[in-house]
T-cell receptor, first 113, second 114 residues
Framework: GENVEQHPSTLSVQEGDSAVIKCTYS??????FPWYKQELGKRPQLIID?????GEKKDQRIAVTLNKTAKHFSLHITETQPEDSAVYFC????????????FGKGTLLTVNP | GAVVSQHPSRVICKSGTSVKIECRSL??????MFWYRQFPKQSLMLMAT?????????EQGVEKDKFLINHASLTLSTLTVTSAHPEDSSFYIC??????????FGSGTRLTVV
């Protein structure tokens, strides 16, 4: 089955700096890659996603890049703000098995004022 | 947008009793419902996948007789934790799939077994 590795597990940045979180996946059939933000005790919230036919996608301060050949994708947050502090999860789906998502282990992002 | 209502949000039960968690898609029909378990400071671990009217598919290592899943309609799925023990204490979250990659998460249930 799919295996998703996520790094780093914790990331601390100063307000205004950029943050980058990286994930690799094992199943070459995976074609959908979402990123979720989860605050303590709450549900994961989709912040951006990318399909395998696209190399990069941007939404204001958030961008995701995908390298299908290397089987890795990254989340980039620019001009970080304290409210960006949360746990971020990457995930991958191949469409098989009812389109189930396989999650990375998460990255705790702390943005220091 | 799509909304999934999950109840209860918190439940405390005695060891040996059963607890039912309900997830309902309010404004769409869910093709598939996923049930996850999340321990503190850990990732979402998929427990099972269910489709309306058919038996759930459980992930390896998840006891199907302990975690009963019922998906009676396209808008309702339930997870029952039977004979709960303290080690079952966790955060349980459902996710309803609509279309190919439309996933909507419930708000989660914090289960504490005492």
């Amino acid at each position: 089955g799919e295996n998703v590795e996520q790094h780093p597990s914790t990331l601390s940045v100063q307000e205004g700096d950029s943050a980058v979180i990286k994930c690799t996946y094992s199943d070459s059939a995976s074609n959908y890659f979402p990123w979720y933000k989860q605050e303590l005790g709450k549900r994961p919230q989709l912040i951006i996603d990318i399909r395998s036919n696209v190399g990069e996608k941007k939404d204001q301060r958030i961008a995701v890049t995908l390298n299908k050949t290397a089987k890795h994708f990254s989340l980039h947050i620019t001009e970080t703000q304290p409210e960006d502090s949360a746990v971020y999860f990457c995930a991958a789906s191949s469409g098989g098995s009812n389109y189930k998502l396989t999650f990375g282990k998460g990255t705790l992002l702390t943005v220091n004022p | 947008g799509a909304v999934v209502s999950q109840h209860p949000s918190r439940v405390i039960c005695k060891s040996g009793t059963s607890v039912k968690i309900e997830c309902r898609s309010l404004d769409f029909q869910a093709t598939t419902m996923f049930w996850y378990r999340q321990f503190p400071k850990q990732s979402l671990m998929l427990m099972a996948t269910s489709n309306e009217g058919s038996k759930a598919t459980y992930e390896q290592g998840v006891e199907k007789d302990k975690f009963l899943i019922n998906h009676a309609s396209l808008t309702l799925s339930t997870l029952t934790v039977t004979s709960a023990h303290p080690e079952d204490s966790s955060f349980y979250i459902c996710s309803a799939r609509q279309g190919a990659y439309g996933y909507t998460f419930g708000s989660g249930t914090r289960l504490t077994v005492v």
